[in-house]
């Protein structure tokens, strides 16, 4: 056979993305990949470069949310995988699709102390939908095909793939490579029976709350539930937070909670950001539904709740929350209006409250400021990250396209999903909230920003600490043993100048608007240092 009728391994991962409808790979080269960086020319892949492996997973997984079709990630064997993991937690928190394809030590090499050799599938499990190792060169693409499907279907979540170097190095004659089949979708939907009993249970609850998880969190997903929460009349929210119901988007939610009668998990687990409706959050006899595309976490729901588990039903979480939408009747009575009045509850006093002390904003002054320019285009998105101060962010910033770090309740992630938002949207509006603790997680990414000319703003709050963990001393230990959790006031704007964006520092209220313009006319990747007091995330009662 003729070399133009054979293919590397490497070639058929890179036109197998293609095929599968991939253009764009997030990666970190390492010596076990470059075979597919090389392969990527010919299938004109776009190889977004990062300066971290976990931000290259984390750009995946910004894309997986926003787009509904799994991120690419590729990183190198060893060490490069090892850096990437990590990330995968987030994805897997957040139910968002994405694929990671990890470099490996050459099969001949394993067991025998090969360069970067680990066992990289295993160390990838605990943190993925499904973890494997390719084993030959022709199926390589019949590999990538099965990691998109499981990444996407059901629970949506992270896969990873591991590539050893010597298959991507094989040649296959290309009549023996079986080439990915686009997977149709099996969306389980929920029988009548089930649907019926649901409505029927809804019906008859005095206080009923449907309680959906992030897979509802995209644009559509929240329209979705909006519809179902009007025709039902029941309020119908999100839980994809680690404070969970404490979380500042949903204001006085505890006090709503403690009243409800029935609660409908609608591919949300019953896990401990629901305090697993147990009392005293919950009133003990309050009833549970769960519906959920993971069999696992229907069963896991009845085994915590017996008899008190009304209905639990396998089912996509789109497609049963479209169905209920459509044969849901509306209950009477004033419920939903005095639930929407906690959810939007907030503080009188944030409309005025103001710092204490000199060259200092209050978090509340910096999202006043900020607000005007969240809601100035629907198609905003906005990107909260880190400990108290986005939690401000949180409560006050209007809710459209929002991507929060999640369940996994793990920092860091935001600037690698600015950048990832950029390039799958290139007119709106990215706008990122951190705390400067979070900011050094990915910082070097605005050279990636730079380099690949992509605009966003970043607003870090910068109190000098780790100020989430100082609450907990505070709180936990008292005022007096708070310690080692103190940061410099560092120039986060100054480091971004350095590298080739645009930096603005603020340290009082009356300058934040004037930054923000000029940070978003810049056209560069941005970043507004503002000076803030540190503040305990708000906490939001009736
Ligand atoms: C990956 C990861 N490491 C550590 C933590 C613990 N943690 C949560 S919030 C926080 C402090 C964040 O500090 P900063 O970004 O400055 O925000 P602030 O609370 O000061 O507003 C830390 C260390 C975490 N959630 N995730
Ligand atoms: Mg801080």
């Known amino acids: 056979m003729n070399r133009e009728n054979r293919l590397r391994g490497a070639d058929i991962v890179a036109q197998s993305l293609t095929r599968l409808g991939c253009r764009r790979v997030f990666t970190l080269s390492g010596n076990h990949i470059m075979s597919v ?3 990527a020319l010919e299938a004109k892949l776009d190889l977004v470069h990062v300066r971290h492996e976990a931000a290259a997973v984390h750009m995946a997984d910004a894309w997986g949310r926003l787009t509904g079709v799994p991120g690419v990630a590729l990183v190198t064997g060893g060490p490069g995988h090892a850096n990437a993991v990590g990330a995968l937690f987030t994805a897997l928190g957040a139910e ?10 050459a099969t001949w090499e394993l067991g025998r102390g090969g360069f970067q050799e680990i066992r990289q599938a295993e160390m990838a499990a605990p943190v993925a939908k499904a973890s494997w190792t390719a084993t030959a060169a022709a199926t390589l693409g019949r590999d990538l095909a099965e990691a998109f499907r499981i990444a996407s279907s059901g629970r949506p ?9 010597d ?34 249970a809804i019906a008859a609850a005095a206080r009923p709350l449907i309680i959906a998880g992030p897979r509802l969190s995209s644009p559509p997903g929240r329209a979705l539930l909006a519809r179902l929460e009007a025709a039902a009349q029941t309020p119908a929210v999100i839980v994809e937070s680690p ?53 696992g976490l229907v069963e896991r729901a009845r085994r915590e709740k017996g008899e008190r588990l009304l209905v639990g039903a396998v089912a996509d979480t789109t497609v049963a929350a479209e169905q209920l939408a459509s044969h849901a009747k509306p209950r009477a009575g004033t419920w939903l209006a005095e639930a929407r009045a906690l959810l939007d509850q907030r503080p009188e006093a944030w409309r005025t409250v103001t710092a204490q002390t000199a060259g200092r904003l209050h978090p509340a002054e910096v999202f006043r400021a900020l607000r005007p320019y969240i809601e100035r285009r629907d198609d905003t998105i906005l990107i909260c990250d880190g400990g108290e101060f986005a939690q401000w962010a949180q409560s006050m910033l209007p809710v459209r396209r929002r991507l929060i770090n999640g369940v996994a309740g793990a920092i860091g992630a935001s600037l690698p999903f600015a950048l990832a938002a950029r390039l799958q949207d ?6 990122a909230i951190l705390g400067d603790g979070t900011v050094g997680f990915h910082i070097a990414e605005f050279e990636t920003a730079v380099r690949r000319g992509l605009p966003f703003v970043a607003v870090v709050g910068n109190d000098a600490r780790w100020n989430a963990e100082s609450q907990i001393q505070l709180r936990d230990y008292g005022r007096e043993r708070m310690h080692g959790c103190e940061l410099l006031p560092s120039r986060y704007d100054r480091v971004v100048e350095a590298l080739g964006g645009a930096g603005e520092y603020v340290d009082g ?12 006319a810049s056209g560069k990747p941005a970043l507004i240092n503002v000076m803030i007091e540190s503040t305990a995330a708000p906490v939001i009662r009736r």
Do not use: C, M, Y
Not at 157 to 165: F, K, N, R
Not at 169 to 177: L, T, Y
Not at 253 to 273: H, Y
Not at 509 to 520: H, I, K, N, Q, S
């Open 243 to 295: 404070r969970g119901l404490a979380d500042a988007t949903l204001g006085a939610f505890p006090d709503l909670v403690r009243q409800v009668d029935l609660v409908v998990l609608l591919g949300k687990a019953l896990d401990f950001t629901i305090k697993w409706a147990l009392p005293p959050a919950f009133d003990p006899a309050v009833r549970v539904i769960a519906i959920d595309p993971d069999q």
């Open 426 to 431: 290139s007119e709106a509006p990215i706008i």
């Open 167 to 200: 298959l991507l190095d094989e040649h296959v004659g290309s009549n023996a490579v079986v080439w990915p089949e686009p997977a149709g979708q099996d969306r389980p939907i929920l029988s009548d029976a089930d649907a019926d009993a649901v409505l029927a």
């Open 96 to 105: 968002s699709p994405l694929v990671l394809l990890s470099g490996h030590a």
């Open 509 to 520: 209220a009356g300058a934040l608007a004037d930054a923000v313009e000029r940070a978003l």
């Open 37 to 39: 960086f090389d392969a």
């Open 157 to 165: 979540g992270p896969v990873h793939l591991s590539l050893p170097s």
